[in-house]
Nanobody
Framework: QLQLVESGGGLVQAGGSLRLSCAAS????????MGWFRQVPGKVSEIVAG????????YYTDSVKGRFTISRDNAKSTVYLQMNSLKPEDTAVYSC???????????????????WGQGTQVTVSS
């Protein structure tokens, strides 16, 4: 089992920044592709960003391109999501997820992921 614990959420004004962290334990973190997802009540979970095992490949949904950055530190078994220029529409519960994929790539489909964190609330006020 791989355990994932998110931190770093909170309340921020529009235009502000937050950095989310997701600490992993229990398995070899460097063999897992990671993703950040977000969900608001009444809507399906959407991929925000994904990163491959090595960190060489990343993906961003269009609405966060140029504002969010996903990164990972395999020595610390942690993946990060730096969120800048936050907007009220970024308000959601953000969760990290891990998948033991077959190649050094990112994964977009939530059904591809095997392990999920409990989520952290991000609220952006206008």
């Amino acid at each position: 089992q791989l355990q994932l614990v998110e931190s770093g959420g909170g309340l921020v004004q529009a235009g502000g920044s937050l950095r989310l962290s997701c600490a992993a334990s229990g398995r070899t973190f460097s063999r897992y592709a990671m993703g950040w997802f977000r969900q608001v009540p009444g809507k399906v979970s959407e991929i925000v960003a994904g990163i491959s095992w090595s960190g060489a490949r990343t993906y961003y949904t269009d609405s966060v391109k140029g504002r969010f950055t996903i990164s990972r530190d395999n020595a610390k078994s942690t993946v990060y999501l730096q969120m800048n220029s936050l907007k009220p529409e970024d308000t959601a519960v953000y969760s990290c997820a891990a998948t033991n994929g077959y190649s050094d790539s990112y994964y977009i489909d939530p059904s591809s992921y095997d392990y999920w964190g409990q989520g952290t609330q991000v609220t952006v006020s206008s």
